[in-house]
């Protein structure tokens, strides 16, 4: 195993939060090769260190260097993060297996359940990798791409069920302005990262029926009980899902306008139907290929989410969105504890 400290870095995905974290990484003072999807993307990080379909007008670190194609990105690197979306993980993961060195740590920064599976993004990188999970970790919390590209202060958290992978990987992921904490809850650290945007559509609904902060803020905080809910089940920590990966990530994801969960369900508010969203999304809502996989774990394990399975109605014309909230007061008449 190399030595901490020296380890060759790798991120795969070019996309908003690929790049913005591939920056933190070098903004830490470890260079950073980066894999992007498309030739000029890549062209255009090399030499004019920009990449303005995702991060328009920021200036990236000359330690950050690109290359589209992934066999030189991914040979010899000991840490890989991986952020692409999650419903392109495993195809990723498969072309990337027999480049992998023996001892990679591999790190998911994605926020989706694979939706045919049902599997979290570790099991998947589990899966396909055959890597054991003591060298898998993943990182969440409220990290809002563009904010972190902006250089305004914020935190992660990277679990692993492995202490010293985890910290090994917080000293990488960690500069001036990015705080890492560590933890071995990856159920939790995981779970928190996807709920959250289920959470967000709900409210993105809501705000773009018209509703107002009352409205918002009970969906937010019933929501944050019953993702918690759902989460403990699966094998979560109470704690976690009370840290930034949850509760954290929640707050961060609900009130910004630049977040494209949030964006997305405004847009089914406003009464665009989900094809529709889709096609006006320039970039990932992994909230929206997780909701069925999420309520398909719930249902399985007996578990009521009733937000989620309204988004679930709404997305797929059952409901009308302006009846999402309504539906939280008359569900139920019968008076019973928050
Ligand atoms: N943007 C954020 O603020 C943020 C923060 C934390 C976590 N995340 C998570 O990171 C993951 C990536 O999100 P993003 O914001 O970078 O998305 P994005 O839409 O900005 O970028 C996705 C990237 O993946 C590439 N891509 C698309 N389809 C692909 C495929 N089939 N194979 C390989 N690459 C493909 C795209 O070219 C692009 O470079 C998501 O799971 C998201 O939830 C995002
Ligand atoms: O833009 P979103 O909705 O994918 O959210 C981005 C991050 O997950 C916020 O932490």
Redesign the pocket.
């Known amino acids: 195993m190399t030595e901490p400290g020296t380890e060759r870095i790798a991120v795969i ?8 974290f591939a920056k933190v990484v070098v903004d830490g003072g470890r260079p950073v090769t980066l894999w ?3 030739f000029e ?1 890549a062209v255009e990080i090399n030499d004019a260190h920009r990449n303005t379909q ?1 991060l328009p007008g920021i200036d990236l670190p000359l330690g950050l260097t690109a290359n589209h194609e992934l066999e030189p990105v991914v040979t010899g690197a000991d840490v890989l993060f991986l ?6 993980a495993r ?2 993961l498969e072309e990337m297996r027999s480049m992998l060195k023996e001892d990679a740590i591999l790190v998911s ?4 359940v694979e939706r045919s599976t049902g599997l979290r ?1 570790s099991e998947v990188i589990a899966e396909v990798s055959g890597i054991p999970m003591e060298r898998i970790a993943v990182a ?1 919390g409220p ?4 904010e ?1 590209a902006r250089e305004e202060p914020t935190a992660i958290v990277v679990a692993s069920e492995s202490r010293e992978t985890a910290d090994r990987v917080a000293r990488i992921a960690r500069n001036s302005y990015l705080r890492s904490f560590v933890n071995t809850d990856v159920v939790g650290t995981e779970y928190g ?1 996807v709920l959250k ?1 289920l959470i967000a559509i709900a409210v993105g609904i809501v705000d773009g029926v018209g509703y107002g902060e009352n409205t918002k803020a009970a969906v937010m905080t019933r929501g944050l009980a019953e993702i918690t809910q759902f989460a403990l089940t699966m094998g979560a920590q109470a704690s976690t899902m009370m840290g930034l990966a949850g509760l954290g990530d929640l707050i961060a994801t609900c009130e910004s306008p ?3 969960n949030f964006t997305a369900g405004r847009l089914l508010g406003q009464g665009y139907v989900f094809e529709d969203v889709v096609q006006q999304m ?3 809502a ?1 909230g929206l290929r997780s909701v069925r996989p999420v309520l398909d774990h719930a249902e399985a394990q007996g578990i009521d989410m009733p937000i989620a399975r309204q988004i679930d109605a709404v997305l797929h014309g059952r409901m009308k969105p302006a009846d999402l909230a309504p539906h939280l007061a008359t569900d139920d008449d019968t008076p019973r504890g928050e």
Do not use: D, F, H
């Open positions: 995905g070019g996309g908003n939060w690929g790049t913005t992007a999807r498309r993307q995702y952020s692409v979306p999650a419903q392109a195809e990723r920064l994605m926020k989706g993004m969440s990290n809002i791409a563009m972190i990262g945007n630049l977040s494209r320039e970039q990932t992994e």
